[in-house]
């Protein structure tokens, strides 16, 4: 919307429908859940973002989409036509598809799930902890890389996070830290690099590891595995399964896994004027901000070229980039490519890294949902790339 508003001006009539009165920033979630930030720290009211910007705000829920006759249809009855439709509506967490989860689950990726986590760990008394993912399905309708985990690193944030926690209320000893995960390899979106300093972390932290592993159950007890193992728990912490909107698949704007099939200029493979951005895209693998930012990005570019504005549409060129905090003033920054063919696969470990997360949080936050100058980012990868394994201590 922000990019949009940018290339284009008045030249368009802006509309944004959100159900929500406020938008998320989730990078802060793991410290509303292990420190205790107030969640408003990680949330803005969107009608502020909406005001400075000047476009129009709907706070209504999409019920339907007529992609022949290019209408919305929402919850309370109102129906709005479109020239150009842009679906961001991120994806549904299926916490129920874990028995036991509500009563004995938690999770950190919402602003209901993190608080409720932060509340759990003021009772903890210590026993064993378990931290992963639920496994991803893909569709078949675009090439795009297959993992069977849609984003392990807010896994690795929480563990070492956690750890940190831990130790700090003297606990950590009689607390022992598992993360696990559904794929064969831990971190599978990246290269051996990576995963040796994130392992080598790991290791010196003393957090055990399971792959292979799928959450069945949860009680008040143990952790059920669909392999049928199980392990003694008192703390499973559990990224959900995603699960598309139904209004998306229903509409027949999804693929065979419920996820948007674009091209990469973030144009839907059916139909011209709709595109697509986020986790909700069949494109979107590992689901992570810096590539919804990306496709973002290349969709308002896209549409504003076509309106007549001068701009330069980016190659759709992803990457994962993401800063794992890990205790005050620690954290690893990974940058790889490996996962679409390229070579990069580095980290920074050390002050720099955190200072780099706070800053950005403060930035998105204080911006009302701007992201930072494309040349700072452009600084960072090509520090980093220019880069081996850099350790600060």
């Known amino acids: 919307m922000h990019a949009l508003k940018r290339h284009l001006g008045h030249q368009i009539d802006l509309v944004l429908i959100d159900f929500r009165s406020n938008t998320l920033n989730k990078p802060r979630l793991p410290d509303v859940a292990i420190k205790g930030e107030s969640v408003e720290h990680a949330r803005f009211l969107m009608k502020k973002a909406v005001d ?8 209504e829920t999409v019920t339907h989409i007529d992609p022949k006759n290019r209408k919305v249809y929402l919850k309370e009855g109102g129906v709005e036509s479109y020239d150009y439709l842009v679906l961001a509506p991120g994806v549904e967490k299926h916490y129920d598809g874990i028995e036991g989860f509500r009563e004995y689950g938690y999770s950190v990726c919402d602003d209901i799930q993190a608080p409720r986590l932060w509340r759990r760990l003021q009772t903890f008394e210590g026993g064993p902890v378990f931290i992963g993912s639920m496994p991803y399905k893909s569709g078949s309708r675009i090439e795009a890389p297959r993992l069977l985990a849609p984003c392990e690193g807010p896994v690795g944030e929480v563990m070492f ?3 940190a926690f ?3 209320k003297g606990i950590g000893a009689i607390s022992p830290i598992t993360a696990f995960s559904p794929a ?9 690099d990576v995963r040796n300093s994130v392992g080598a972390i790991m290791k010196k932290e003393q957090i055990g590891l399971l792959t292979e592993k799928t959450v069945k ?3 008040a007890e143990n952790i059920y595995f669909t392999d049928g193992t199980s392990e003694r728990c008192s703390l499973p912490i559990i990224l959900p399964e995603y699960k598309p909107y139904d209004f998306i698949t229903e509409a027949g704007l999804a693929d065979d896994a419920g996820f948007i099939p674009t091209d990469k200029q973030m144009r839907h493979l059916d139909y011209p004027e709709i595109f697509a951005a986020g986790d909700a895209t069949a494109l979107s693998v590992p689901k992570l901000g810096h590539i919804a930012v990306l496709q973002a990005d290349i969709a308002a570019k896209t549409i504003a070229k076509e309106l007549g504005s001068k701009v330069v549409i980016p ?3 992803p990457a994962v980039l993401c800063i794992m905090e890990r205790s005050n003033f620690k954290a690893t920054m990974i940058y790889s490519d490996v996962l679409y063919g390229r070579k990069t696969d580095q980290t920074l470990n050390g ?12 930035y998105y936050n204080f911006t009302k949902g701007h992201m930072p100058p494309d040349f700072a980012e452009n600084l960072l990868v090509n ?5 081996k394994q850099i350790q600060l201590k």
């Open 383 to 387: 520090y980093l790339t220019s880069k």
């Open 351 to 362: 002050t720099l890294p955190y200072i780099m997360k706070w800053s950005f949080d403060f």
């Open 161 to 163: 996070m956690l750890k």
């Open 52 to 59: 400075a910007d000047g476009y129009l705000l709907i706070q």
């Open 217 to 219: 159950k949860v009680d």
């Open 184 to 192: 064969k390899i831990f971190f599978e979106d990246v290269g051996d």
């Open 166 to 168: 831990l130790d700090s």
């Open 315 to 317: 190659a759709y060129e």
